[in-house]
C-alpha cells in the first residue's frame, strides 16, 4: 500500500479541489495559495477519481453535488484505493442529509462555502491531520444522525426524484432567494432556474413557491 506523503517537500499540505464552477476553483485557489499547494483540480467526477489517484493529494476539497454525481460518487470510487487521502466536503448547501450523506461516505468534514480563506485553511489543515472538522451550524446533524439517532433516514422518495441542481434550486427559493439571485448564486441563467422550478413543481405536485418553501422547511433543507 502506497504511504501518504503528507506535504511537499516544502512542508506544505498537498491540496486538491473538485468543483464544477471554474472561477469557484479560481478563487479558492488564490485564496488558499499562501497557505497550502494546490496540485490539481477537477471539473467532473470521472476527472476527479483520475486525477486525485494519480496525484495523491493530502487533502480533496469535495463540492457535493455536481452534475455528473457530485462528492458523493468521488468517495465511493476511491476511498477503498486510497484510504490515507481526506476528504473535506466543501459546498453550498447545509441540507442535513447533504452534511449525513458525505460524512456516511467517507468525508472527514463539510464546511460551507461561506467560510473564509483563513478558517478553510486551517480546516484542511485539521483534515489532514486526522481530526474532523464541520461548520458550526452543521455538527448537530452529525450529532443527531450518529448519536442520539443512528438510524435517521438520509433518503426520501420524494426528494430522490430531485436532480443536486434541483435541490440546490428548492433550497435557495425556499430561502426567499429571486430567480435573479439563485441564477447568480449558482452560476447559470435566470431562464434555467425557472426551468428547474418547474420542474420541481411538477415532480412534487405543487402549485407554487411557498408550498414547496414548507415542504423543503418540513426536511430541514432550508
Known sequence: MTEPMGATDGGR???????DHAMFRAGVRAELGAHVDVIGEASSVAEA????????????????????????????????????????????????EDVIG???????????????????????????????????????????AFASRPDVPVADPELDQLTNRER??????????????IAKELYISI?????????????LQMSNRYELSRWAADRRLV
Open 168 to 181: 440546490e434550486v428548492l433550497r435557495l427559493l425556499a430561502r426567499g432567494y429571486a430567480y435573479k439571485e
Open 13 to 19: 499540505l498537498k491540496v486538491f479541489l473538485v468543483d
Open 49 to 96: 477519481v483520475s486525477k486525485i489517484g494519480a496525484l495523491e493529494p493530502d487533502v480533496v476539497l469535495l463540492d457535493v453535488h455536481m452534475p455528473d454525481g457530485g462528492g458523493r460518487a468521488v468517495l465511493d470510487a476511491m476511498r477503498r484505493s486510497h484510504p490515507h487521502i481526506r476528504f473535506l466536503a466543501l459546498s453550498v448547501s447545509d441540507a442535513a
Open 102 to 144: 458525505l460524512i456516511r461516505a467517507g468525508a472527514r468534514g463539510y464546511v460551507t462555502k461561506t467560510i473564509s480563506p483563513d478558517e478553510l485553511a486551517a480546516a484542511i489543515r485539521r483534515v489532514a491531520d486526522g481530526d474532523a472538522v464541520f461548520s458550526p451550524r452543521l455538527a448537530g446533524f452529525v450529532l443527531d
Open 191 to 203: 431562464k434555467t432556474v425557472e426551468t428547474h422550478v418547474s420542474n420541481v413543481l411538477r415532480k
